[in-house]
């Protein structure tokens, strides 16, 4: 049997292995914070071995760095002993719903969502604090005591996560807020499939370096735009109108996301244009007629409609809708030639810059109809343009979407102002619309007021997707001068699992539509272990109490589960029901592919029972079993009836 570690991945002695793998002789000792023997890198043989040319010294080279950038990769690398309980009471449709509410510090989160979902993200939004001066941000320093934390005007929520005010008189300003981002987008990083794709929010405080950033993480050849996002005219400035918000896109592989994505979007209007048009066809084989009821049909639409925009695609022959673009051209090169009307035989009038190509091109475009001649050679030529080839444009990396209906759409949803600044809905629509995901996970480790949890549930009651939402936020108080606490509202996700409540009931009302408006939620703890199982080495005569148990006492059976879940890997979304065998409590996690008993003195008959079901994995407690007979006898149970299934105990 092996016995779980039941903390979250050491991405560090991970990364050691595998150089390990490549390169034995680089591979030494060193004593950690304990005083123990572990293995460490010899740097300077490795970057020997990576080199055709002596290595002596450092050299000056291309590289993003800050103060701070150390602790960084070794906060993102470094294991916690933490786990996820499962809230119950506060999810809707437990059951049967593959969304997930995630209450925590995102660095924590991530930390313990590394097994799981590595590697099956479709995407990820997020939009961090700005570092304007005003914005509390992450404090990642967990060996600071907390008592000298709050000394230094830090701010800790209700379950302990620590806060600061990242003011302009830091002499780490930028570097704190460059820390705290750095850490989350690496590992960030791994949780993208490899089709995946980031979109990060900014502003001008911080857009610089958060491009730098994300160049460093994601490579700079996987950029795919900056999209500028007008947010409506402000007046408060001295110069120009600071109105504009940034949105960063990264690929983790831009070939794959280029492949998969919607980069290219139909016309607005385009499909409901199309359906008019086959209508009329259908019914009248005259082309002038269907031009006139095509044009009737712009007339009375309303002035905002989106197929305003491709009104001009009026003109009717037998391959489609078309309009008349310019046939002249500005070179100077192509020579002058007679063009005949079809209809009079008589010379048309040229354009005053010529015409648009060669003779040889202009006759075969006339022969294939597509070129449209008025009543009469006075009328120059037009370029036939059908709607059918030009249905697609590229995406424009500008967003004009005044910001406050964001706010009055939350407002009216919630019935107070209850958060400020909320993303709008309809935007982070497009954006998943963008990546083409009907299917993947969607991930946003800042959460806020959970604006894009509305976006995913909207669009898949809109196209019938199936895409599932994961929604970190960290329980940061309410001011108890705000509207938010006086309604009620204690912290920010308490909001945002109410946005999601109220959004899911009134668009199941206005659409009908039968998708997952349900999540589970779940909140971010120290681990259900207690100090005694991660060192056991140092248990003394004070301490044998811990040894009747080494879990804590407050923590049941469905606490380990999740834990253990975490640890190999097993999505949080998994169906997860309990039976009874014997009196014993067995939880089994999608079907077979994990089967848990956590009681004590598990019975023989029991465990065939379990064994029986064929499990792809089992975890015990080291005290179900009796002595050391009892665990060798469900070692040899398990090699009779289920050789394949891998045994774990904690």
Not at 62 to 79: D, F, L, M, R
Not at 132 to 145: A, C, L, V
Not at 550 to 565: A, F, P, T, Y
């Amino acid at each position: 049997m092996n016995k779980l570690t039941m903390r979250s991945a050491d991405l560090t002695q991970d990364n050691i292995d595998k150089i390990a793998e490549l390169f034995p002789s680089v591979i030494t000792e060193s004593r950690d914070n304990q005083g123990g023997i572990r293995r460490a890198i010899d740097f300077e043989l490795l970057k020997q071995e990576l080199s055709h040319f002596l290595v002596e010294g450092e050299k000056e080279r291309y590289q993003v760095t800050w103060p701070g950038k150390k602790e960084a990769i070794v906060n993102a690398n470094s294991s916690i002993e933490k786990t996820l309980r499962p809230v119950v009471q506060d999810s809707i449709d437990w059951e049967n719903t593959k969304n997930l509410y995630i209450e925590g510090d995102n660095l924590e989160v991530l930390k313990l969502l590394q097994e799981s979902y590595l590697n099956k993200i479709k995407m990820i939004y997020i939009d961090p604090p700005y570092n304007t001066g005003k914005d509390f941000i992450y404090n990642d320093n967990f060996r600071e005591p907390t008592e000298e934390y709050l000394e230094q005007s830090g701010q800790v929520d209700e379950e302990g996560n620590r806060l600061f005010q990242n003011t302009e008189s830091n002499g780490r300003f930028h570097s704190d807020w460059m820390t705290m981002i750095y850490t989350r987008l690496r590992i960030a990083r791994n949780l993208l499939s490899d089709d995946g794709v980031i979109f990060v929010s900014i502003d001008e405080h911080e857009e610089n370096n958060l491009t730098a950033l994300m160049n460093s993480v994601f490579y700079e050849e996987n950029r795919i735009s900056k999209i500028t996002w007008e947010k409506g005219r402000k007046n408060d400035s001295t110069f120009y109108s600071e109105s504009v918000e940034y949105v960063l896109v990264y690929a983790k592989d831009k070939s794959l996301a280029s492949k998969f994505g919607k980069w290219r979007a139909k016309k607005p209007g385009y499909d409901e244009v199309m359906n008019k048009f086959n209508s009329l066809r259908k019914k009248n084989n005259d082309n002038s007629q269907i031009e006139e009821g095509m044009k009737e049909f712009y007339k009375n639409l309303p002035d905002n409609h989106p197929a305003k925009e491709i009104s001009h695609f009026f003109r009717v022959d037998n391959r489609g809708l078309y309009f008349g673009g310019d046939i002249s051209s500005a070179s100077t090169s192509i020579p002058d030639y007679e063009v005949i009307h079809p209809v009079t035989q008589k010379s048309v009038k040229k354009p005053s810059r010529g015409w648009g190509c060669i003779e040889t091109e202009m006759k075969r475009r006339i022969a294939e109809d597509r070129v449209h001649f008025g009543i009469d050679e006075t009328t120059i030529p037009l370029r036939k343009i059908y709607l059918h080839e030009a249905q697609d444009y590229v995406l424009t990396p500008v967003i004009y979407k005044d910001g406050r209906a964001a706010s009055m759409t939350l407002k009216e949803l919630l019935g107070g102002n209850y958060f400020e600044n909320p993303k709008d809905v309809t935007v982070l629509k497009s954006f998943i619309e963008y990546v083409g995901c009907e299917n993947g996970i969607l991930l946003d480790f800042f959460s806020g007021s959970a604006s894009f949890a509305q976006a995913v549930i909207q669009l898949n009651a809109e196209d019938k997707g199936n895409r599932k939402f994961i929604m970190v936020q960290l329980p940061q108080k309410t001011k108890e001068d705000s509207e938010a606490f006086k309604a009620g509202y204690k912290n920010i996700c308490e909001i945002g699992k109410e946005r999601i409540r109220r959004a899911s009931k009134k668009i199941k009302e206005e659409t009908g539509a039968d998708i997952d408006y349900g999540f589970r939620v779940y909140r971010v703890d120290s681990s259900n272990m207690k100090d005694v199982y991660y060192t056991p080495d140092k248990l003394g005569q004070l301490n044998l109490d811990d040894v009747a148990s080494n879990i804590k006492e407050d923590r049941s059976g469905e606490d380990l589960l999740i834990q253990v879940m975490l640890e190999l890997g097993l999505e949080l979304s998994l169906p997860m029901e309990s039976k009874e065998i014997e009196g014993k409590t067995v939880h089994y996690i999608a079907g077979n592919s994990l089967i848990a008993c956590f009681d004590s003195e598990i019975t023989e008959t029991v465990i065939k029972k379990v064994a029986e079901d064929q499990p792809l994995r089992v975890v015990f407690r080291d005290s179900s079993f009796r002595d050391d007979s009892a665990r060798i006898n469900v070692e040899e149970l398990f090699k009779l009836l289920s050789p394949s299934t891998d045994i774990q105990v904690l």
